[in-house]
């Protein structure tokens, strides 16, 4: 009888930790973008929507249980995966690529940087020229500082010396 119950004490025991375990141990389903693959380190990332539980719209690095999941995956692929949380320890169980993410200018067009550098370049020239007086005006004004300077002073047309005792 003594037997009988430690065993199922034992029992109850070891049904209430293998339920702990499987309480901890949750799946999830998301989709996105491939943005790298790393079968070295058997890591993905992903740009991926909303996963309902798990997390927000973003990109995520995730490491994959088996490296051969990310055989035929490749930057831009448009994939569906499940995800595993067991106590913290987030794996990707299963990729399925769904399609190709649309090509993605990365430039701006030709004819919008021509027009933003003839502006750019138009800006710059107004704030370097506009302090600069007109050149008759930086001339006559030299001259007549020079000629305050000097000893001998023209006036209409004739020199004169100052006299010097």
Avoid: W
Wanted: cysteine-free; charged content about 20%; hydrophobic content about 40%.
């Amino acid at each position: 009888m003594k037997n009988v119950i430690i065993s199922t004490l034992f029992f109850l025991l070891l049904s209430a930790s293998y339920g702990r375990a499987a309480d901890s141990t949750r799946q999830f389903n998301g989709s996105g973008e491939v943005t790298s693959v790393d079968p070295v380190y058997s890591q993905i990332t992903i740009s991926h929507g909303a996963i309902k539980g798990f997390a927000q719209e973003g990109a995520t690095e995730f490491y994959v249980a088996d490296a051969a999941s990310l055989k035929g995956v490749a930057k831009g692929d448009l994939v569906d995966f499940e995800l595993t949380d067991t106590k913290g320890d987030v794996k990707i169980n299963k990729v399925t690529k769904t399609g190709v993410a649309p090509q993605k200018e990365d430039g701006m067009p030709i004819g919008q940087a021509v027009r933003d550098t003839l502006q750019g370049t138009g800006e710059v020239l107004g704030a370097v020229t506009s302090p600069i007086p007109p050149v008759s005006e930086a001339f006559h004004g030299a001259m007549n500082s020079t000629a305050d300077a000097a000893d001998p002073k023209i006036e209409n047309g004739e020199l004169k010396q100052k006299a010097r005792f």
